[in-house]
Protein backbone atom coordinates (compact mmCIF):
# COMPACT_ATOMS: atom_id res chain seq x y z
CA UNK A 1 0.00 0.00 0.00
CA UNK A 2 1.00 3.67 -0.79
CA UNK A 3 1.22 5.47 2.57
CA UNK A 4 2.52 8.98 3.01
CA UNK A 5 3.09 10.69 6.29
CA UNK A 6 -0.26 12.98 6.96
CA UNK A 7 0.29 15.49 9.73
CA UNK A 8 -3.28 16.18 9.75
CA UNK A 9 -4.69 13.17 9.12
CA UNK A 10 -7.04 12.23 11.98
CA UNK A 11 -7.32 16.15 13.04
CA UNK A 12 -10.24 17.35 14.84
CA UNK A 13 -11.33 18.59 11.26
CA UNK A 14 -11.19 14.93 9.61
CA UNK A 15 -12.67 13.59 13.18
CA UNK A 16 -16.15 15.66 12.20
CA UNK A 17 -15.93 14.89 8.73
CA UNK A 18 -15.27 11.37 8.89
CA UNK A 19 -17.80 10.88 11.73
CA UNK A 20 -20.40 12.42 9.71
CA UNK A 21 -19.41 10.59 6.53
CA UNK A 22 -19.66 6.98 8.40
CA UNK A 23 -22.73 7.58 9.93
CA UNK A 24 -24.32 8.82 6.51
CA UNK A 25 -22.65 5.65 4.79
CA UNK A 26 -24.51 3.45 7.82
CA UNK A 27 -27.70 5.38 6.76
CA UNK A 28 -27.66 4.36 3.21
CA UNK A 29 -26.88 1.05 4.15
CA UNK A 30 -30.48 1.07 5.78
CA UNK A 31 -31.81 0.22 2.72
CA UNK A 32 -31.55 -2.42 0.45
CA UNK A 33 -31.46 -0.57 -3.04
CA UNK A 34 -28.07 0.23 -4.42
CA UNK A 35 -25.90 3.44 -3.91
CA UNK A 36 -23.41 5.37 -5.29
CA UNK A 37 -20.91 8.16 -4.36
CA UNK A 38 -18.86 10.87 -5.78
CA UNK A 39 -15.76 12.00 -3.78
CA UNK A 40 -14.84 15.09 -5.53
CA UNK A 41 -11.76 15.82 -3.84
CA UNK A 42 -10.39 12.33 -2.58
CA UNK A 43 -7.21 12.85 -1.53
CA UNK A 44 -4.92 9.49 -1.41
CA UNK A 45 -7.32 7.70 0.85
CA UNK A 46 -4.55 6.38 3.32
CA UNK A 47 -2.09 8.34 5.69
CA UNK A 48 0.38 6.79 8.10
CA UNK A 49 0.38 8.31 11.39
CA UNK A 50 2.87 6.58 13.13
CA UNK A 51 6.74 7.75 12.94
CA UNK A 52 8.00 8.93 15.64
CA UNK A 53 8.62 12.76 13.57
CA UNK A 54 4.07 12.02 12.89
CA UNK A 55 3.67 11.41 16.39
CA UNK A 56 5.55 15.10 18.12
CA UNK A 57 3.41 17.26 16.02
CA UNK A 58 0.84 15.04 14.56
CA UNK A 59 -2.44 16.49 14.71
CA UNK A 60 -4.15 12.91 15.40
CA UNK A 61 -2.49 13.66 18.74
CA UNK A 62 -5.13 16.37 19.17
CA UNK A 63 -7.96 14.64 17.63
CA UNK A 64 -8.61 10.70 16.73
CA UNK A 65 -5.93 9.37 19.88
CA UNK A 66 -7.86 11.56 22.36
CA UNK A 67 -10.75 9.63 21.39
CA UNK A 68 -9.89 6.02 21.43
CA UNK A 69 -10.21 4.75 25.32
CA UNK A 70 -12.80 7.83 26.49
CA UNK A 71 -15.95 5.30 27.99
CA UNK A 72 -19.17 5.32 27.00
CA UNK A 73 -19.03 7.68 23.86
CA UNK A 74 -22.27 8.19 21.38
CA UNK A 75 -22.82 5.44 18.88
CA UNK A 76 -22.49 8.11 16.23
CA UNK A 77 -18.64 8.21 17.63
CA UNK A 78 -17.84 4.97 17.93
CA UNK A 79 -19.02 3.60 14.87
CA UNK A 80 -16.38 6.34 13.47
CA UNK A 81 -13.82 5.09 15.52
CA UNK A 82 -14.90 1.14 14.57
CA UNK A 83 -14.01 2.25 10.95
CA UNK A 84 -10.95 4.20 11.93
CA UNK A 85 -9.55 0.81 14.14
CA UNK A 86 -10.54 -1.67 11.21
CA UNK A 87 -8.00 -0.29 8.78
CA UNK A 88 -5.44 -0.78 12.09
CA UNK A 89 -5.70 -4.73 12.94
CA UNK A 90 -2.73 -4.64 15.18
CA UNK A 91 -4.41 -2.82 17.61
CA UNK A 92 -2.68 0.56 17.58
CA UNK A 93 -3.45 3.34 15.49
CA UNK A 94 -0.67 3.75 12.64
CA UNK A 95 -2.33 3.96 9.91
CA UNK A 96 -5.58 6.80 9.04
CA UNK A 97 -8.23 6.26 6.43
CA UNK A 98 -9.22 8.86 4.06
CA UNK A 99 -12.54 9.51 2.83
CA UNK A 100 -12.59 6.76 0.15
CA UNK A 101 -11.48 4.54 1.98
CA UNK A 102 -13.88 5.11 4.41
CA UNK A 103 -16.56 5.23 1.55
CA UNK A 104 -15.54 1.80 0.08
CA UNK A 105 -14.82 -0.44 3.50
CA UNK A 106 -19.01 0.30 3.60
CA UNK A 107 -19.95 -0.40 -0.17
CA UNK A 108 -22.24 -3.09 -0.70
CA UNK A 109 -21.63 -5.46 -3.79
CA UNK A 110 -23.93 -3.43 -6.19
CA UNK A 111 -23.06 0.08 -4.51
CA UNK A 112 -20.45 2.30 -6.20
CA UNK A 113 -17.44 4.68 -5.74
CA UNK A 114 -16.28 7.08 -7.70
CA UNK A 115 -13.23 9.18 -6.53
CA UNK A 116 -11.64 12.17 -8.20
CA UNK A 117 -8.15 13.64 -7.52
CA UNK A 118 -6.56 16.50 -9.54
CA UNK A 119 -3.09 15.77 -8.48
CA UNK A 120 -1.60 13.11 -10.44
CA UNK A 121 0.43 11.52 -7.90
CA UNK A 122 -2.09 11.77 -5.14
CA UNK A 123 -4.41 10.32 -7.74
CA UNK A 124 -2.16 7.34 -8.61
CA UNK A 125 -2.00 6.49 -4.78
CA UNK A 126 -5.45 5.97 -4.72
CA UNK A 127 -5.44 3.61 -7.78
CA UNK A 128 -3.14 1.39 -6.51
CA UNK A 129 -5.09 1.38 -3.21
CA UNK A 130 -8.00 0.19 -5.40
CA UNK A 131 -6.85 -2.03 -7.98
CA UNK A 132 -8.77 -4.65 -7.00
CA UNK A 133 -11.76 -3.89 -6.04
CA UNK A 134 -14.07 -3.12 -8.94
CA UNK A 135 -16.94 -1.21 -7.15
CA UNK A 136 -14.11 1.93 -6.83
CA UNK A 137 -13.60 4.22 -9.97
CA UNK A 138 -10.55 6.57 -9.49
CA UNK A 139 -10.73 9.58 -11.61
CA UNK A 140 -7.50 11.78 -11.94
CA UNK A 141 -9.48 14.91 -13.13
CA UNK A 142 -11.27 18.02 -11.43
CA UNK A 143 -14.55 17.03 -8.82
CA UNK A 144 -15.73 19.76 -9.85
CA UNK A 145 -16.40 18.85 -13.29
CA UNK A 146 -17.11 15.11 -12.16
CA UNK A 147 -20.87 16.67 -11.16
CA UNK A 148 -21.72 17.23 -14.84
CA UNK A 149 -19.81 14.20 -16.30
CA UNK A 150 -20.64 11.49 -13.89
CA UNK A 151 -24.27 12.73 -12.71
CA UNK A 152 -26.70 11.47 -12.71
CA UNK A 153 -25.20 8.15 -11.94
CA UNK A 154 -25.47 5.42 -14.34
CA UNK A 155 -23.50 2.28 -14.93
CA UNK A 156 -23.99 -0.35 -17.88
CA UNK A 157 -27.49 -0.77 -16.81
CA UNK A 158 -27.99 0.42 -13.44
CA UNK A 159 -29.50 3.80 -12.42
CA UNK A 160 -28.23 4.80 -8.90
CA UNK A 161 -31.61 6.96 -7.74
CA UNK A 162 -29.82 7.99 -4.10
CA UNK A 163 -26.54 8.52 -3.04
CA UNK A 164 -23.93 10.91 -1.88
CA UNK A 165 -21.82 13.60 -3.32
CA UNK A 166 -19.03 14.67 -0.57
CA UNK A 167 -17.16 17.63 -1.51
CA UNK A 168 -13.68 18.44 0.35
CA UNK A 169 -12.15 20.75 -1.23
CA UNK A 170 -8.73 21.64 0.07
CA UNK A 171 -9.52 26.07 -0.15
CA UNK A 172 -6.40 26.68 -1.52
CA UNK A 173 -8.11 29.59 -3.45
CA UNK A 174 -10.08 30.90 -0.56
CA UNK A 175 -12.70 32.91 -0.79
CA UNK A 176 -12.96 31.75 -4.74
CA UNK A 177 -14.07 27.79 -3.76
CA UNK A 178 -16.98 28.98 -2.25
CA UNK A 179 -19.03 30.49 -5.23
CA UNK A 180 -17.75 26.87 -7.20
CA UNK A 181 -18.98 24.81 -3.83
CA UNK A 182 -22.70 26.85 -4.27
CA UNK A 183 -22.59 26.49 -8.09
CA UNK A 184 -21.23 22.78 -7.89
CA UNK A 185 -24.35 21.69 -5.58
CA UNK A 186 -26.71 23.14 -7.47
CA UNK A 187 -26.09 21.91 -10.69
CA UNK A 188 -25.71 18.38 -8.75
CA UNK A 189 -28.99 18.78 -7.24
CA UNK A 190 -30.55 19.56 -10.64
CA UNK A 191 -29.05 16.51 -12.22
CA UNK A 192 -29.28 14.04 -9.46
CA UNK A 193 -31.91 15.29 -6.83
CA UNK A 194 -32.09 11.54 -4.90
CA UNK A 195 -28.77 12.41 -3.39
CA UNK A 196 -27.40 13.69 -0.26
CA UNK A 197 -24.66 16.44 -0.73
CA UNK A 198 -22.28 17.11 2.65
CA UNK A 199 -19.63 19.96 2.25
CA UNK A 200 -16.84 20.12 4.52
CA UNK A 201 -15.89 23.56 5.13
CA UNK A 202 -13.09 25.13 7.49
CA UNK A 203 -13.96 27.47 10.23
CA UNK A 204 -11.32 30.48 10.41
CA UNK A 205 -12.86 33.64 11.12
CA UNK A 206 -16.63 32.65 11.44
CA UNK A 207 -18.05 36.61 9.97
CA UNK A 208 -16.26 35.52 6.55
CA UNK A 209 -18.66 32.01 6.15
CA UNK A 210 -21.94 34.02 6.45
CA UNK A 211 -22.35 34.94 2.26
CA UNK A 212 -21.47 31.17 2.03
CA UNK A 213 -24.41 29.96 4.50
CA UNK A 214 -26.89 32.68 2.81
CA UNK A 215 -26.51 31.30 -0.44
CA UNK A 216 -26.71 27.81 0.67
CA UNK A 217 -30.11 28.25 2.67
CA UNK A 218 -30.84 29.64 -0.54
CA UNK A 219 -30.37 26.19 -2.94
CA UNK A 220 -33.42 24.82 -4.18
CA UNK A 221 -33.37 21.46 -1.74
CA UNK A 222 -35.67 19.94 0.42
CA UNK A 223 -33.16 20.50 3.21
CA UNK A 224 -30.06 21.99 4.30
CA UNK A 225 -28.51 21.98 8.22
CA UNK A 226 -25.10 22.50 9.12
CA UNK A 227 -22.75 21.00 11.87
CA UNK A 228 -19.96 22.21 13.27
CA UNK A 229 -16.92 21.60 16.05
CA UNK A 230 -15.23 24.30 16.95
CA UNK A 231 -11.85 23.32 19.20
CA UNK A 232 -11.18 26.68 19.99
CA UNK A 233 -12.15 30.22 19.48
CA UNK A 234 -12.15 31.77 15.74
CA UNK A 235 -10.16 34.75 15.36
CA UNK A 236 -7.32 33.71 13.27
CA UNK A 237 -7.18 34.05 9.79
CA UNK A 238 -4.03 31.50 9.55
CA UNK A 239 -4.99 28.87 12.21
CA UNK A 240 -7.54 26.14 11.92
CA UNK A 241 -10.21 26.79 14.76
CA UNK A 242 -12.62 24.07 13.91
CA UNK A 243 -14.73 22.99 10.92
CA UNK A 244 -18.20 22.23 9.58
CA UNK A 245 -20.24 19.81 7.76
CA UNK A 246 -23.66 21.49 5.45
CA UNK A 247 -25.67 18.99 4.63
CA UNK A 248 -27.88 18.80 1.57
CA UNK A 249 -31.06 17.19 1.64
CA UNK A 250 -29.50 14.36 4.37
CA UNK A 251 -31.48 11.66 5.03
CA UNK A 252 -34.52 11.52 6.75
CA UNK A 253 -33.90 12.94 10.73
CA UNK A 254 -30.25 12.10 10.12
CA UNK A 255 -29.01 15.38 12.17
CA UNK A 256 -30.10 13.42 15.03
CA UNK A 257 -27.37 10.88 14.91
CA UNK A 258 -25.13 13.53 14.74
CA UNK A 259 -26.62 16.60 16.86
CA UNK A 260 -26.37 14.28 19.90
CA UNK A 261 -22.37 13.55 19.13
CA UNK A 262 -20.94 16.89 18.51
CA UNK A 263 -20.89 18.13 22.29
CA UNK A 264 -18.78 15.06 23.26
CA UNK A 265 -16.44 15.74 20.27
CA UNK A 266 -16.00 19.26 21.89
CA UNK A 267 -15.99 17.86 25.35
CA UNK A 268 -12.83 15.32 24.48
CA UNK A 269 -11.22 17.86 21.70
CA UNK A 270 -11.97 21.55 22.70
CA UNK A 271 -9.51 23.85 24.40
CA UNK A 272 -10.85 27.23 25.86
CA UNK A 273 -13.43 28.39 23.76
CA UNK A 274 -14.73 25.74 21.86
CA UNK A 275 -18.32 25.13 20.83
CA UNK A 276 -20.10 22.86 18.62
CA UNK A 277 -24.08 23.66 16.97
CA UNK A 278 -26.22 22.14 14.53
CA UNK A 279 -28.02 24.28 12.58
CA UNK A 280 -31.24 24.30 9.82
CA UNK A 281 -30.74 26.77 7.16
CA UNK A 282 -33.96 24.87 5.18
CA UNK A 283 -36.24 22.96 7.58
CA UNK A 284 -38.06 20.65 5.68
CA UNK A 285 -41.75 20.63 4.93
N1 LIG B 1 -11.59 13.95 1.12
C1 LIG B 1 -10.29 13.50 1.60
C2 LIG B 1 -10.48 12.78 2.92
O1 LIG B 1 -11.44 13.08 3.64
O2 LIG B 1 -9.68 11.91 3.24
C3 LIG B 1 -9.30 14.61 1.77
C4 LIG B 1 -9.21 15.54 0.61
S1 LIG B 1 -8.04 16.83 0.74
C5 LIG B 1 -8.76 17.92 1.92
C6 LIG B 1 -8.32 17.69 -0.76
C7 LIG B 1 -7.77 16.98 -1.99
O3 LIG B 1 -8.33 17.60 -3.14
C8 LIG B 1 -6.27 17.07 -2.17
O4 LIG B 1 -5.76 15.76 -2.26
C9 LIG B 1 -6.07 17.83 -3.49
O5 LIG B 1 -4.99 17.33 -4.25
C10 LIG B 1 -7.37 17.56 -4.19
N2 LIG B 1 -7.82 18.57 -5.16
C11 LIG B 1 -7.56 19.90 -5.21
N3 LIG B 1 -8.28 20.50 -6.17
C12 LIG B 1 -9.04 19.53 -6.76
C13 LIG B 1 -10.01 19.52 -7.79
N4 LIG B 1 -10.37 20.65 -8.42
N5 LIG B 1 -10.59 18.34 -8.11
C14 LIG B 1 -10.25 17.19 -7.48
N6 LIG B 1 -9.35 17.14 -6.48
C15 LIG B 1 -8.74 18.28 -6.12
Redesign the pocket.
Known sequence: MNYRHAFHAGNHA?VL??MVLVNLLEALNRKDSPYFVL??????GHYLLASPEARKTSEAEHGVFKLFGQPQLHPSIEAYLRAVQAHNPVGALVAYP??PLLVAQHLREGDRLAA????PE?AQALRELFHRDARVAVHAR???GAIKALLPPRIGQVKYGRGLV?I???YEAQDAEYPQIVAAVREGLTRWPGASFAVWYPIKQRRTLQPFLRKAAALPARSVWLAELQVRADDSPLRLAGSGMLMINAPWQFEQAIAPALPQLQQVLGETGATTRLEWLRQPD
Open positions: DKHDTHAGRGSCELQEDGYLDPP
